[in-house]
């Protein structure tokens, strides 16, 4: 089982930037495929971006371009770096550990971080 705690929410302006992170624990960080998602109110939760334990990425078509996804496998960390942010970024962000199984996936969620893109 793992751990996962969030931090670096905020509210901040039209088109600035912001730095997620997520700190693991409990368990062999590199067993499991990160990632960050988001839900804004009344939506679903959906993938903003996911990074294998060797560095291979994926994102939202919403936010290429935008946002960076990065693990530090030493550290037990995984960051998102959020630039250019627009209001329908505001969201809770979710840092998730996923691990894949041939019986099927467990994940494993922190509590989330509030972003809030607002003038």
């Known amino acids: 089982q793992v751990q996962l705690v969030e931090s670096g929410g905020g509210l901040v302006q039209p088109g600035g930037s912001l730095r997620l992170s997520c700190a693991a624990s409990?368990?062999?960080?590199?067993?499991?495929?990160m990632g960050w998602y988001r839900q804004a109110p009344g939506k679903q939760r959906e993938l903003v971006a996911g990074?294998?334990?060797?560095?291979?990425?994926n994102y939202a078509d919403s936010v290429k371009g935008r946002f960076t996804i990065s693990r530090d496998n030493a550290k037990n960390t995984v960051d998102l770096q959020m630039n250019s942010l627009k209001p329908e970024d505001t969201a809770v962000y979710y840092c998730n550990a996923r691990r894949v199984l041939l019986g099927g996936d467990i994940h494993y969620w922190g509590k989330g971080t509030l972003v809030t893109v607002s003038s």
């Open positions: 990074i294998t334990s060797g560095g291979s990425t």
């Open positions: 409990g368990s062999i960080f590199s067993m499991y495929v």
